[in-house]
C-alpha cells in the first residue's frame, strides 16, 4: 500500500522561507509525475508545482520564482522549497505521486503566513 508522508509546514512570517517533503513509500511501479497542490479556505485545490521523472517542471504563475521543487529519485522524495512567502500562499498542502496506473496523495500539511 502506498504511502506519502509530508512534512515541513508552519506558520512563517511573510517574507519568510519553509521547505516542504513528501516521502513515498510502498511504491512497486516506478514513479512518474510528483507534484503539489495547495487548497485555501473557500478555494478550490490548485496545482503549485510539479516534475516529471525527467526533472521537467512546470509552475503556477503565482510561484514562479519563489517556489522550486525538485526530486530525490533514490528516496522517492519529492520536496517544495518556498521562498519569499506571502499571506495568500496561506493554505493546506497535498503531494501527489504518480506511479503507474496508481494516482497517490498525501493528508496534507498547514501552511500560514502572517501578515
Known amino acids: 500500500q502506498v504511502q506519502l508522508v509530508e512534512s515541513g509546514g508552519g506558520l512563517v512570517q511573510a517574507g519568510g522561507s519553509l521547505r516542504l517533503s513528501c516521502a513515498a513509500s510502498?511504491?512497486?511501479?516506478?514513479?512518474?509525475?510528483m507534484a503539489w497542490y495547495r487548497q485555501a479556505p473557500g478555494k478550490q485545490r490548485e496545482l503549485v508545482a510539479q516534475?516529471?521523472?525527467?526533472?521537467?517542471?512546470n509552475y503556477a504563475d503565482s510561484v514562479k520564482g519563489r517556489f522550486t521543487i525538485s526530486r530525490d529519485n533514490a528516496k522517492n522524495t519529492v520536496y517544495l522549497q518556498m521562498n519569499s512567502l506571502k499571506p495568500e500562499d496561506t493554505a493546506v498542502y497535498y503531494c501527489?505521486?504518480?506511479?503507474?496506473?496508481?494516482?497517490?496523495w498525501g493528508q496534507g500539511t498547514q501552511v500560514t503566513v502572517s501578515s
Open positions: 501527489r505521486v504518480v506511479a503507474g496506473f496508481t494516482d497517490n
Open positions: 510502498g511504491i512497486i511501479f516506478s514513479i512518474n509525475t
Open positions: 516534475i516529471t521523472s525527467g526533472g521537467r517542471t
